[in-house]
């Protein structure tokens, strides 16, 4: 307990001068064998949306070789709706909870259970070691809504700019541990940009107030019409990136336009109706996230020049031209 102590200001600096969820993951990890022990066996879940409407997945796990595999599978395999379920009810104050092989410890935020830490029960947490986890926890969840906070834009609470390129270049390097999961399914990634048609006259019509409201209302509906799992930014004033998977191209462009109608369908306070344009680009062959930009951009251009209120992929283009990358940001 006397190590545990010393450490724990260690380890809460450590956690804290992450500035990437992905860095923040692996610092937590090292954290957890150094604490468990390189031979515990143990399983982290956690809804990284910090919403409960997104199910913890999987987030990491113990690796050590030596692991007894039936005992990986007991805490790589849980059903998690049933726990959660169960971890709900508990009083705030219970910390760790034995089920009939497994230790959990619920990770909560706000009050809410958003995910726990499941460890094999012959993997010991040591004898008040679950306080000292349970600040780990904490720690790591807080670190985790600050770099969120930083990354969202005021007024839509959407993911802002700067988070853009950096979520592209994870999702193409294959990063995003929780996401991954889609493409497992053999799902391709897709980038979106969306733009709100005529802006300019909302604004000249009915002032900058209105126009405010207009984008955070378009915002709402998209972020409300995408899955969990799916990312909406706020890219520029009036133009909005969906980065979501899909099966194929189909499904992409049936999903865009299925939003895109809701937002046509929706009657704007004040204003009346408001449409979107878009264009979209599947995230493959291209070394740069420019280039996929310059891609989207061109097949949101031709959205405009066909009348706006549609949606154009970027492989439908009759000229797709060479991508302009002065400045890029490399992927790899
Ligand atoms: N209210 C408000 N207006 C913004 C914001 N950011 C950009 N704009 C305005 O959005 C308008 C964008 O106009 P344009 O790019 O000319 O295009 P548009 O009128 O939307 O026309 P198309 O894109 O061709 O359909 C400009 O008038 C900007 O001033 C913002 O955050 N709030």
Redesign the pocket.
Known sequence: MEKISSCGYEWTIGLISQNSEHTLDSCLAKILNQLLGESCVYAFYFSKSLSIRQTPCLTFASMGEQLKNEHKIAVEEIDVPPLLERLKKLNQDVQLLSLAQLQILPVRYQGLVLGFLAVHDQSIIPSSGHTVLNHVLNVYVHQLATLQYARVDP?TQLLNRQTFDEKIIDIVAGKDAWLVRDSEQKKSWYMAIA??????????NY??????E??LLVAQLLKSNFRVGDYVFRY???EFAIVFPCRDEGEAMQKLDSVRGVIADTRFPQVGNVTI?MGFVELKDAGQVAEFVNRADRALYQS?QDG?NRVTAFSNLKDKGCDHSSGDIELF
């Open positions: 007024l733009d709100i048609d005529l802006f300019k006259h909302v604004n000249d002032g900058h107030v209105i126009g405010d207009v984008i520029g004033g009036e344009s405009k706006r």
